[in-house]
C-alpha cells in the first residue's frame, strides 16, 4: 500500500489540445503516462494536483476520465489546476461519477482524506501576483485561503500533508498568506504542480521554515508518479 502524488496530466481525449506541440519531455507523453503511472497498485491512493484535462465540461471530461480510470488503479483523490475548466460543483461531479462507474475518484474540496495517520488537506491555491488588478481576482484568492483553512482545520491534530495546484512558494516569490497557514497548522510536507519547461528551474524544494516542499508536475517528474510515503 503505497501514497503517490502527480500534477498536470493535461490529457487531451475529450479536447483536441495535446502537449506533444510542446515538444521536449511531452512528445509521447500519454504513453509515458501509462506505461510510467503501472507502478501504482489497487490498493494504493494517488493525488492528482489539478490540470488533469483540457475538456471544458463534464460530458466533454469523460474520456480523459475514463483513461485515469483504467490506467489508476486505487483510490484517486483530485484537485482542481487552473485549467480544469471542465469542474463543476461536488454534486455535479458526484453524479458523473456514478452514472459512469467512475467510483474512485474524490474531490479534495474544503475538506480532508486520512492516510496512513496523515490528514491529505489541499486546494487549488492561487498566483496572487499575477492578477491584482481586480475586486474579483482578489475575491478568488480569499477564496482559496478559505478553502484551504476548512481543509486543514476539518483535519484537527492529525500531522498535515497539503496538496496544491500552484506552488505557495518559487524562486522570487512568496504567496505569504498560504505559507502562513501552512506554519500555523504545523504543515509539515507541501506538494504543488504547474510548473512546466523553463519554469522548473524556478522550483524550491526541500525544507523550508519546517515544511518539506516538493513540485510534482508530470513533466518534472518525467511522467513517473512521486511516491509520498
Not at 512528445?27 to 491512493?45: A, F, H, N, Q, W
Not at 476520465?65 to 489546476?81: A, E, Y
Request: proline share 4%; hydrophobic share 40%.
Amino acid at each position: 500500500m503505497a501514497l503517490y502524488a502527480i500534477g498536470d496530466l493535461h490529457l487531451c481525449l475529450g479536447a483536441p489540445k495535446p502537449m506533444d506541440i510542446f515538444g521536449g519531455a511531452w512528445v509521447g507523453y500519454m504513453d509515458k503516462l501509462r506505461e510510467r503511472i503501472s507502478v501504482i497498485g489497487p490498493e494504493d491512493t494517488t493525488v492528482l494536483l489539478g490540470d488533469l484535462s483540457w475538456a471544458l465540461d463534464l460530458e466533454s471530461a469523460a474520456a480523459d476520465f475514463d483513461w485515469m480510470n483504467r490506467h489508476i488503479p486505487g483510490k484517486k483523490i483530485i484537485l482542481k489546476g487552473n485549467h480544469d475548466y471542465w469542474w463543476s460543483t461536488a454534486a455535479k461531479f458526484q453524479k458523473f461519477c456514478l452514472e459512469h462507474g467512475f467510483e474512485d475518484f474524490h474531490l479534495l474540496n474544503n475538506n480532508c482524506y486520512e492516510y496512513e495517520g496523515w490528514a491529505l488537506c489541499g486546494t487549488r491555491g492561487w498566483f496572487f501576483e499575477e492578477d491584482r488588478s481586480g475586486a474579483h481576482d482578489e475575491k478568488v484568492f480569499k477564496r482559496e485561503l478559505i478553502r484551504l483553512e476548512t481543509s486543514l482545520k476539518a483535519a484537527g491534530e492529525k500531522p498535515k500533508m497539503v496538496f496544491l495546484h500552484y506552488p505557495p512558494r518559487y524562486k522570487g516569490y512568496l504567496c505569504g498568506e498560504i505559507l502562513e497557514l501552512l506554519s500555523k497548522y504545523q504543515v509539515r510536507r507541501c506538494f504543488y504542480g504547474h510548473l512546466h519547461g523553463g519554469s522548473h528551474k524556478l522550483a524550491v524544494e526541500g525544507p523550508w521554515d519546517g515544511v518539506d516542499f516538493r513540485l510534482v508536475a508530470a513533466d518534472y517528474l518525467d511522467f513517473r508518479p512521486y511516491k509520498v510515503i
